[in-house]
């Protein structure tokens, strides 16, 4: 790589992450001319254009992807070695930030939340409940949890930690299984879960009572009486207000994976988090499995 300040990668990575100037200046507390005068800065050193402004948006060139990995990497590592150097990784203390569709956060993670913050004191838990994946590498979060072996993001470190049954659950007052389905939207047809309810509905030749883009909308919608819909067992069968259709036997199971990024993985913080989730899961029920990429 051409010669660079550092200090200045710290700017194209903001504007990479912002998708603007303004708020990367934001996020950097100095002003707009400081941001773009260390773009230009960057982009001299490096004898190359790294953004092109397309829609009032900053959107990195080929160039800048190469150079944002390279960046992202020595960020990462910059604070490992100062937190190491503080002494901060003896005791689990600092933030972690953990990422994963709003079901598993918000009927898993989150009833266990306070055993991890009780015994761990100056440890500050956050919880980012998404249904998009977000980027481990770009430290969009430091932990991730996602229902499928990770694709993208081949420098992650990536384990399956438990495997999660699924069965058809509808409103605790239905007196048959014959029920409107509650299905997805078509930008998630390639998911497990999704691609048998659809299935499930051509073979009934039916159709769908609502769409929906998340399964915690669907559980809401299933407890309100509208109709049925595949959810994990794990929460299904706790959750009050509805109840399974499908008899004993799952009708289908997701692996469930957790990335780290590889230059965190050693912190105490992250290790006590992982520790953590791996134990909240099991102990709810599910299949535990485990495997590395």
């Not at 001319?33 to 990195?60: H, M, N, Q």
């Not at 972690?96 to 009927?107: A, D, G, K």
């Not at 992650?156 to 049954?165: K, Q």
């Not at 997701?254 to 899961?281: D, F, T, Y």
């Amino acid at each position: 790589m051409p010669s660079i300040d550092w200090n200045d990668l710290r700017y194209v990575l903001a504007v990479a992450r912002n998708k603007a100037v303004a708020p990367a200046a934001r996020t950097l507390r100095v002003n707009e001319t400081t941001v773009s005068r260390r773009i230009a800065r960057a982009e001299l050193a490096l004898r190359s254009k790294l953004f092109e402004r397309i829609d009032g948006r900053c959107l990195p060139t080929e160039a800048a992807i190469h150079l944002i990995e390279h960046a992202e990497r020595m960020e990462a590592e910059a604070a490992a070695i100062v937190e190491l150097t503080a002494g901060v990784d003896a005791e689990a203390s600092g933030t972690v930030r953990v990422t994963s569709i709003p079901l598993i956060i918000t009927r898993l993670l989150l009833p266990a939340a306070r055993e991890l913050t009780d015994h761990y004191p100056k440890l500050r838990l956050e919880v980012i409940a998404d249904p998009r994946n977000l980027s481990i590498m770009q430290r969009d979060a430091d932990i991730a949890l996602r229902l499928a072996r990770p694709q993208r993001e081949q420098m992650a470190v990536a384990r399956r930690i438990v495997n999660l049954t699924y069965a058809v659950y509808g409103p605790s007052r239905a007196s048959s299984t014959r029920l409107p389905w509650i299905t997805y939207d078509d930008g998630m047809s390639a998911l497990p879960h999704v691609a048998w309810i659809n299935r499930a509905l051509k073979q009934e030749g039916s159709r769908a009572a609502l769409t929906v883009n998340d399964s915690e909308v669907a559980l809401h919608a299933i407890k309100a009486g509208i109709g049925k819909s595949l959810l994990p067992c794990v929460i299904g069968d706790r959750e009050p207000g509805i109840k399974r259709l499908s008899g004993k036997s799952p009708v289908l199971d997701r692996e469930c994976w957790l990335l780290v990024n590889p230059s965190l993985r050693h912190l105490a913080r992250i290790k006590a988090v992982i520790a953590w989730i791996e134990g909240v899961l099991p102990k709810h029920g599910a299949n535990r499995r485990v495997g590395t990429t």
